[in-house]
């Protein structure tokens, strides 16, 4: 799966940022962020549901990476977690 050469690397603290927005928790922040804006909406819901489609793809591209390699060689701990 992996192409040689491309590496997977990600910080602690951005991974597991990544998961708190999963659920559909990243669409519903970007909908109260923009809410309130002059020019609302600013993004069609067709577009909120493809940003938390679009999580789901990196959180599984972030797995495939971890259980080809193995979890030391894509996460750097950076002492936020």
């Known amino acids: 799966m992996i192409v040689e050469g491309i590496r997977c690397r990600i910080r602690t603290s951005t991974l597991e940022r ?5 659920d559909g928790a990243l ?39 971890v259980r080809e390699l193995s979890i030391d060689a894509v996460l750097v701990s950076d002492g936020f977690s």
Do not use: C, G, N
Not at 18 to 22: E, G, I, R, V, W
Not at 41 to 61: C, G, N, Q, S
């Open 18 to 22: 990544l998961y708190d927005l999963t």
């Open 27 to 65: 669409s519903r922040i970007m909908q109260q962020v923009t809410a309130d804006d002059p020019i609302a909406p600013l993004i069609a819901e067709p577009h909120f549901k493809a940003m938390d489609r679009r999580l789901a793809i990196v959180l599984h591209t972030v797995d495939d990476f």
